[in-house]
C-alpha cells in the first residue's frame, strides 16, 4: 500500500519489535520507527530490519506519534504498536471503510460486536469506558473505544489539528480536536491480541489522572 505509512512508536520494545516487523514484511507497508536513540538494545534487534528509524526529539507517547505524522510523507497514516497487539490483517478493512466513508479517521474498536481483547485488565477496561463516556457525552464522538490508538487517518488533515500532547493524553486530543474541526470519524472492529513481551507502558493510575484532567482541560479550552 504506497500511500500508507506505519507510525510504530517503540520504548524498550527489544522483545516484541524484530517479531513485529517478520509479520508485517509480507504487507510492504512503509514503516516508520519512532524511538529514543538511548534505546540501545531495541535498535540493535531491528537494525537489518525493513524499516525506517525516526529518532524522538523529546520524550513521550504523543511527543512520538505527534513526530512520526509530520514526518510522513505519503496520504495516510496508521498508529501501529510495537508490542504485537495489533493485527496487520484488519489495516486493509480500515482502509476499505475509510473509503466507503469517505471518512478522515478510523478507530479500530474493541468494543464492537464480536470483538474482543486478549490484553485489557479489569482496571483498563473500567478506565477505557469511563473516558469513551465522557468523550461521547461532553465531546459528542460517537466512539467507543477512546483509548485504543489503532488508528489510520489522513496525514495533511491530522497535522493541521495543530496537535501538542507529548504523553497519552494524545489519545484523547486526536479525536476530540479531529471533531472540533469537522474530520469525519468513524469506526472498525478489532480484536486486540496478546502482547508479545514487556510490559504496558501506560500506568493505569497515573496516567488515567492526566487524560482525565487533559480532557477538562480540552473541554474549556483547547491545549
Do not use: H, W
Amino acid at each position: 500500500m504506497k500511500n500508507l505509512t506505519l507510525i510504530i512508536p517503540a520504548k524498550k520494545e527489544k522483545e516484541s519489535l524484530s517479531k513485529v516487523l517478520d509479520e508485517l514484511e509480507p504487507y510492504n507497508f512503509k514503516i516508520v520507527i519512532i524511538l529514543e536513540k538511548e534505546d540501545l538494545e531495541t535498535i540493535e534487534t531491528i537494525r537489518n530490519k525493513n524499516c525506517e528509524i525516526l529518532y524522538q526529539k523529546n520524550k513521550g507517547y504523543g511527543d512520538a506519534l505527534i513526530q512520526g505524522i509530520n514526518y510522513n510523507k505519503n496520504q495516510l497514516f496508521c498508529i501501529f504498536n510495537a508490542d504485537g497487539s495489533f493485527n496487520p490483517m484488519e489495516i486493509k478493512n480500515m482502509i476499505q471503510i475509510l473509503e466507503k466513508e469517505n471518512a478522515d479517521l478510523v478507530f479500530a474498536s474493541r468494543y464492537e460486536e464480536n470483538c474482543s481483547s486478549e490484553d485489557d485488565t479489569l482496571i483498563t477496561r473500567i478506565g477505557n469506558f469511563i473516558f469513551t463516556k465522557i468523550g461521547n457525552i461532553f465531546f459528542q464522538l460517537n466512539i467507543s473505544d477512546i483509548l485504543y490508538t489503532f488508528v489510520i487517518g489522513k496525514t495533511q488533515k491530522v497535522r493541521n489539528l495543530n496537535l501538542k500532547s507529548k504523553d497519552f493524553v494524545f489519545c484523547v486530543e486526536l479525536p476530540v480536536k479531529a471533531n472540533r474541526n469537522d474530520l469525519k470519524l468513524t469506526t472498525s472492529k478489532s480484536n486486540e491480541r496478546r502482547r508479545i513481551g514487556g510490559v504496558k507502558k501506560p500506568n493505569a493510575f497515573k496516567d488515567g489522572f492526566k487524560i482525565l484532567f487533559g480532557m477538562i482541560k480540552l473541554f474549556f479550552k483547547n491545549l
